[in-house]
């Protein structure tokens, strides 16, 4: 990721990160009997059908509403733990019984499974800042280990994220250090873990096309074949076992249930607010003008798989529609990682494909916004110009998951910012003068505008409309935050455009 500063003992790093991962494992055990979504829910009932149905029905049944949409090694991973759970507590992993079954028991192991598996999450840190000065890793560990976001969406609504991106770490850090055979590999892994990470594919597949196999035909089609050959041995391990029994179909379509609409039940700050708020507003003035058209039917905030409702003025957007716009956003990267496929790079490149994906992508989650924030954590300790981006992006994705955490992550990005940058200077590096970390007026500008928007949401808007309008705070807070992810967006293309 970034180049050679010192050569740390191997055993001393683990040890000091360590300490930073064994301080945020008590935070989650405290966290254990708090709030939890239906995600735990939906994961316990994946343990019971992988536990007790054959492979051949998994992607088939419907005992519940929360059926099972993941890609194979994923439903592998609920096997494993379900034997486990079957043996702590048999109800746990029953398809019938177990039905919003909410014992403690229950709860206990999940959470714990979910501790247990960030240790994935440890060893990518790890491995992506071993070659790191001490103080740039300890920002790093500080930025991911202890990331709210993972936080919140793991360990209170319930996820398996941390393990996920251990493993998308792991494989940076490979392509970083040279290794792009075993960077592939692990990649290859993770979209059989969760196709949503299918985003960044381009973005490897080019670079490693021309950083791997260069060297004349010959040598770059053996390279090829080779790079080939383990890309679909992974995926012949994941999906082999639903071809056989006939169901891949069955499982693709589970996959890729594009009749969930356009936006999720909550609204992820991405372009398609913005196309949203546009189609309703030239109905509201058409309508108010004497025209007959019919108000879009919303249903954003609510319902199980989110409905978009359909746009009355605007062109409805189909999946192929966002699939083009992701291409066409993703683009300049890769013509620049065609042009110039260095190590160094893949990380910063692989981050904007994940932005790309998430302001242009088909019913986009806003915990999506952790596919780019946590790659771009490795990335900020790269200049104090990736610092001051990386701390207005983090200030955005924090409003737009809880905004309560919003003020202890600037508190936390700065103070830990200030102590990297305090000695650096401005202009030469012999007669330049020395600055901290000041951000600049776009960032004031934007803090300012998240402060307005919370106070209008929690005070006046309750104050002037009651419980009138009840959509609105959260369309405030998703369209706002959808303009800080939009300049990120845009900063990280002219980063990638001009780096050198």
Same mark, same amino acid.
């Given at each position: 990721?970034?180049?050679?500063?010192?050569?740390?003992?191997?055993?001393?790093?683990?040890?000091?990160?360590?300490?930073?991962?064994?301080?945020? %494992?008590?935070?989650?055990?405290?966290?254990?009997?708090?709030?939890?979504?239906?995600?735990?829910?939906?994961?316990?009932?994946?343990?019971?059908?992988?536990? @007790?149905?054959?492979?051949?029905?998994?992607?088939?049944?419907?005992?519940?509403?929360? %059926?099972?949409?993941?890609?194979?090694?994923?439903?592998?991973?609920?096997?494993?733990?379900?034997?486990?759970?079957?043996?702590?507590?048999?109800?746990?992993?029953?398809?019938?019984?177990?039905?919003?079954?909410?014992?403690?028991?229950?709860?206990?192991?999940?959470?714990?499974?979910?501790?247990?598996?960030?240790?994935?999450?440890?060893?990518?840190?790890?491995?992506?800042?071993?070659? !790191?000065?001490?103080?740039?890793?300890?920002?790093?560990?500080?930025?991911?280990?202890?990331?709210?976001?993972?936080?919140?969406?793991?360990? !209170?609504? @319930?996820?398996?994220?941390?393990?996920?991106?251990?493993?998308?770490?792991?494989?940076?850090?490979?392509?970083?250090?040279?290794?792009?055979?075993?960077?592939?590999?692990? *990649?290859?892994?993770?979209?059989?873990?969760?196709?949503?990470?299918?985003?960044?594919?381009?973005?490897?597949?080019?670079?490693?096309? +021309?950083?791997?196999?260069?060297?004349?035909?010959?040598?770059?089609?053996?390279?090829?074949?080779?790079?080939?050959?383990?890309?679909?041995?992974?995926?012949?391990?994941?999906?082999?076992?639903?071809?056989?029994?006939?169901?891949?179909?069955?499982?693709?379509?589970?996959? *890729?249930?594009?009749?969930?609409?356009?936006?999720?039940?909550?609204?992820?700050?991405?372009?398609?607010?913005?196309?949203?708020?546009?189609?309703? $507003?030239?109905?509201?003035?058409?309508?108010?003008?004497?025209?007959?058209? =019919?108000?879009?039917?919303?249903?954003?905030? $609510?319902? !199980?798989? $989110?409905?978009?409702?359909?746009?009355?003025?605007?062109?409805?957007?189909?999946?192929? %529609?966002?699939?083009?716009?992701?291409?066409?956003?993703?683009?300049?990267?890769?013509? +620049?990682?065609?042009?110039?496929? +260095?190590?160094?790079?893949?990380?910063?490149?692989?981050?904007?494909?994940?932005?790309?994906?998430?302001?242009?992508?088909?019913?986009?989650?806003?915990?999506?916004?952790?596919?780019?924030?946590?790659?771009?954590?490795?990335?900020?300790?790269?200049?104090?110009?990736?610092?001051?981006?990386?701390?207005?992006?983090?200030?955005?994705?924090?409003?737009?998951?809880?905004?309560?955490?919003?003020?202890?992550?600037?508190?936390?990005?700065?103070?830990? @910012?200030?102590?990297?940058?305090?000695?650096?200077?401005? $202009?030469?590096?012999?007669?330049?003068?020395?600055?901290?970390?000041?951000?600049?007026?776009?960032?004031?500008?934007?803090?300012?505008?998240?402060?307005?928007?919370?106070?209008?949401?929690?005070?006046?808007?309750?104050?002037? @409309?009651?419980?009138?309008? =009840?959509?609105?705070?959260?369309?405030?807070?998703?369209?706002?935050?959808?303009?800080?992810? !939009?300049?990120?967006?845009?900063?990280?293309?002219?980063?990638?455009?001009?780096?050198?």
């Amino acid at each position: 990721m970034m180049e050679m500063q010192e050569s740390p003992r191997t055993p001393v790093v683990m040890a000091q990160l360590s300490w930073f991962f064994g301080i945020a %494992t008590i935070v989650k055990l405290l966290l254990i009997p708090s709030y939890h979504s239906t995600d735990l829910e939906v994961h316990r009932h994946w343990l019971a059908i992988t536990h @007790f149905l054959p492979l051949s029905q998994w992607y088939t049944d419907e005992t519940s509403e929360w %059926t099972l949409d993941y890609p194979p090694f994923f439903a592998y991973l609920e096997r494993f733990l379900s034997m486990f759970a079957h043996l702590i507590d048999p109800q746990i992993v029953h398809l019938h019984h177990g039905l919003n079954y909410k014992a403690n028991s229950a709860i206990y192991f999940q959470r714990m499974s979910v501790i247990v598996s960030d240790l994935f999450l440890l060893y990518g840190v790890y491995r992506s800042t071993l070659a !790191l000065a001490s103080l740039k890793r300890s920002l790093i560990w500080l930025l991911v280990i202890w990331s709210p976001g993972l936080l919140i969406v793991d360990h !209170l609504h @319930f996820q398996y994220n941390g393990f996920l991106f251990g493993w998308l770490l792991l494989s940076l850090s490979f392509l970083a250090q040279g290794r792009d055979v075993m960077g592939a590999f692990l *990649f290859a892994v993770l979209l059989c873990f969760k196709h949503l990470f299918a985003v960044a594919a381009p973005v490897y597949f080019v670079y490693l096309l +021309r950083h791997y196999c260069r060297g004349g035909l010959v040598r770059g089609f053996a390279r090829l074949s080779v790079m080939g050959a383990i890309v679909v041995a992974v995926f012949a391990a994941a999906y082999g076992p639903f071809v056989y029994h006939g169901q891949i179909q069955q499982v693709i379509r589970r996959m *890729f249930p594009f009749g969930r609409g356009l936006c999720h039940a909550y609204w992820a700050p991405n372009f398609w607010v913005f196309y949203i708020m546009l189609d309703k $507003g030239i109905t509201f003035l058409l309508r108010k003008f004497g025209f007959n058209i =019919p108000a879009p039917v919303a249903s954003f905030t $609510g319902g !199980l798989v $989110g409905d978009a409702s359909p746009f009355a003025i605007l062109p409805r957007v189909t999946p192929l %529609t966002t699939f083009i716009m992701v291409l066409l956003a993703l683009s300049p990267c890769l013509f +620049r990682t065609w042009k110039d496929p +260095r190590p160094r790079l893949i990380v910063r490149s692989v981050a904007y494909a994940y932005t790309c994906g998430f302001l242009f992508g088909w019913h986009v989650h806003e915990k999506a916004s952790l596919h780019f924030s946590i790659p771009l954590a490795i990335v900020a300790v790269e200049s104090l110009e990736d610092a001051k981006h990386y701390f207005l992006l983090s200030i955005g994705q924090a409003e737009a998951l809880e905004p309560s955490y919003c003020l202890s992550q600037g508190v936390k990005i700065v103070l830990n @910012f200030s102590a990297q940058y305090s000695g650096s200077l401005r $202009g030469d590096k012999k007669g330049g003068e020395k600055q901290g970390f000041e951000v600049g007026w776009v960032t004031k500008s934007y803090l300012i505008g998240v402060v307005v928007v919370e106070i209008w949401g929690q005070f006046l808007h309750p104050y002037l @409309f009651g419980d009138k309008l =009840p959509f609105v705070p959260l369309m405030l807070i998703s369209m706002y935050c959808a303009i800080g992810i !939009l300049y990120s967006w845009i900063w990280q293309l002219k980063s990638i455009l001009i780096s050198s």
